[in-house]
């Protein structure tokens, strides 16, 4: 297991860009929206990583009640995986919550689910899987 990216909610994606861009630099392309997430999402790879930065597209997004509640920062930890469903399976064999029983589309193609923060300390954790 690798770490993938982590996830930066931002309430403007454009000005998030800019500010984050003298750091990490330019996104690896242009902006995406992940229906399955409501977020619009760009990517900037750092290093063996990547830093994905997340507004919401509508005000039901879970992105926007995040912003509501804590504000602008990290959002979530993503863990490649070989299989998002045997890992939220493992989780929930652990006693844990998942927010997603299986995964669903996400970002670049690839196939996602999200781990409940209560199941590793109050973080929200997202597996990635593919393309």
């Known amino acids: ?4 990216h982590v996830g930066i909610a931002v309430p403007d994606l454009s000005a998030a860009i800019a ?3 003298p750091l990490i630099g330019a996104p ?4 995406e929206l992940v229906p399955s997430n409501r977020v619009r ?3 900037v790879t750092v290093g063996d990583t990547h830093v994905e930065l997340l507004e919401p597209a509508d005000a039901t997004s879970p992105v926007a009640r995040f912003l509501e509640s804590r504000g602008p920062g990290v959002h979530h930890l ?3 995986v070989p299989s998002v469903d045997r ?3 493992e989780v929930r064999d652990r006693g ?3 927010v997603d029983e299986r995964a669903r589309p996400g970002a670049r193609g690839r196939r996602v689910g999200f781990a409940h923060p209560s199941a590793f300390g109050g ?3 997202e597996f990635v899987e593919g393309p």
Do not use: C, K, Y
């Open 123 to 125: 973080v929200l954790v």
């Open 19 to 21: 500010q984050w861009r």
């Open 87 to 89: 890992a939220l399976g």
């Open 1 to 4: 297991m690798r770490l993938d």
């Open 78 to 80: 993503a863990f490649a």
């Open 28 to 31: 690896d392309g242009a902006p």
């Open 96 to 98: 844990g919550r998942t």
């Open 41 to 43: 999402v760009a990517f």
